[in-house]
């Protein structure tokens, strides 16, 4: 398992890059955004994200994962409780920093800047975040983030986390309950 994630951890330095590439090019910072994309109910499809996020946990002290799970109870237990999209800061997030940074989701880093995605046999494009559109929507065809590729090669390696795990089901969990996952407390929001 340690060289498939050692591959996840070279993937997410590509699109680190990509993304700082991006954020060069259009001059954009996330900094000071009224429209924290830490609160909004992203959903992870790999059991191999969930396994990276273990990693940047487990060096944490007990303290500080008592404060996250705590977080990410109180978080599951809200969606539960509404059917709508609730935006609630992630159980990770804290002071406006990710706590395990260098171990967050492909979402956590990608997410923001334009984007093209072949899939369905035909290009999808996305002109950014909220904050990205209202201050560069002008710019927003001249350079874009190609997903196709960082997504190909992080399917790979869910394909072989799946076969060692023995694991053929559905996997859809935002970062709270990945964060309960990990520590043996599977709280499934709706």
């Known amino acids: 398992m340690e060289k498939l994630l050692q591959r996840l951890t070279e993937i997410y330095r590509d699109i680190d890059k990509a993304y700082s590439e991006a954020q060069v090019h259009y001059n954009f910072s996330c900094e000071g955004c009224a429209d924290n994309c830490c609160a909004t109910k992203f959903h992870h499809h790999t059991n191999a994200e969930e396994l990276y996020l273990a990693e940047g946990l487990k060096k944490l002290d007990e303290t500080k994962q008592r404060e996250i799970i705590s977080r990410a109870e109180d978080a599951v237990r809200i969606h539960n409780s509404s059917a709508a999209d609730i935006r609630i800061m992630c159980p990770l997030n804290e002071n406006g920093l990710c706590i395990p940074y260098d171990h967050r989701p492909m979402i956590c880093r990608i997410h923001g800047v334009p984007y093209e995605l072949f ?14 559109i209202t201050e560069k929507k002008a710019e927003a065809k001249d350079f874009r983030i190609k997903r196709t590729g960082f997504y190909l090669e992080i399917a790979q390696i869910e394909r072989e986390v799946r076969e060692k795990l023995n694991f053929t089901g559905k996997y859809k969990k935002t970062t709270a309950e ?11 929001a709706g």
């Open 119 to 132: 899939r369905n046999f035909k290009v999808e494009t996305g002109d950014g975040c909220y904050r990205f």
């Open 178 to 188: 990945m964060v309960l996952s990990i520590h043996g407390k599977d709280i499934k």
